[in-house]
T-cell receptor, first 114, second 111 residues
Framework: KAGVTQTPRYLIKTRGQQVTLSCSPI?????VSWYQQTPGQGLQFLFEYFSETQRNKGNFPGRFSGRQFSNSRSEMNVSTLELGDSALYLC?????????????FGPGTRLLVL | DQQVKQNSPSLSVQEGRISILNCDYT??????FLWYKKYPAEGPTFLISISSIKDKNEDGRFTVFLNKSAKHLSLHIVPSQPGDSAVYFC??????????FGTGTRLTIIP
């Protein structure tokens, strides 16, 4: 079974631009979560989608948004990019998004904002 | 409010010895705990998990211990191997709530 895939793997943008990242979960998984990892920080939770609905949201500004499609694929959008948005963005999927389920991560998208 | 804490940012262990990584949590609602291993520029890889109804779970060289009264869990790796050098994250959740991660511990295995 294929793992979680994320595209693109690397991205360079300039301040003020916007960016869209894509995540394809493991086949059959309906929950997709997004995380931001910056140096010195753990994984900071952005949001979780389940059956096309946002179920949980972390403490990030409204510039960060996401959506999930009927095939469970998810996209994350960051508008008006700031230098501090440079990070590794990780997506993870799990079957139904309940406890006792392992969350599987993709390789991440490395975003650099100049 | 850091609900999951890994107070040791780094740890060095001789090859062949035991590595012990620690994690504390504050939310008594957590009922499922996981450890992930992460190499640079890669996504975290699931290692081992434990439910709150257990106090120990073992998988090969990896054992996780849970002490609910102390709100503490630990990951033991024995024997430690050079390929174990990575950043280790503990994580916890309950119900359909989000997975909460610690800040990670960088483990270095010295040959």
């Amino acid at each position: 079974k294929a793992g979680v895939t994320q595209t693109p793997r690397y991205l360079i943008k300039t301040r003020g631009q916007q960016v869209t990242l894509s995540c394809s979960p493991i086949s059959g998984h309906r929950s997709v979560s997004w995380y931001q990892q910056t140096p010195g920080q753990g994984l900071q939770f952005l949001f979780e989608y389940f059956s096309e609905t946002q179920r949980n949201k972390g403490n990030f500004p409204g510039r960060f948004s996401g959506r999930q499609f009927s095939n469970s694929r998810s996209e994350m959008n960051v508008s008006t990019l700031e230098l501090g948005d440079s990070a590794l963005y990780l997506c993870a999927s799990r079957l139904a998004g309940v406890t006792q389920e392992t969350q599987y991560f993709g390789p991440g998208t490395r975003l650099l904002v100049l | 409010d850091q609900q999951v804490k890994q107070n040791s940012p780094s740890l060095s262990v001789q090859e062949g010895r035991i590595s012990i990584l620690n994690c504390d949590y504050t939310n008594s609602m957590f009922d499922y705990f996981l450890w992930y291993k992460k190499y640079p520029a890669e996504g975290p890889t699931f290692l081992i998990s434990i439910s709150s109804i257990k106090d120990k779970n073992e998988d090969g060289r990896f054992t996780v211990f849970l002490n609910k009264s102390a709100k503490h869990l630990s990951l033991h790796i024995v024997p430690s191997q050079p390929g174990d050098s990575a950043v280790y994250f503990c994580a916890a959740n309950f119900g359909n709530e989000k997975l909460t991660f610690g800040t990670g511990t960088r483990l270095t295995i010295i040959p």
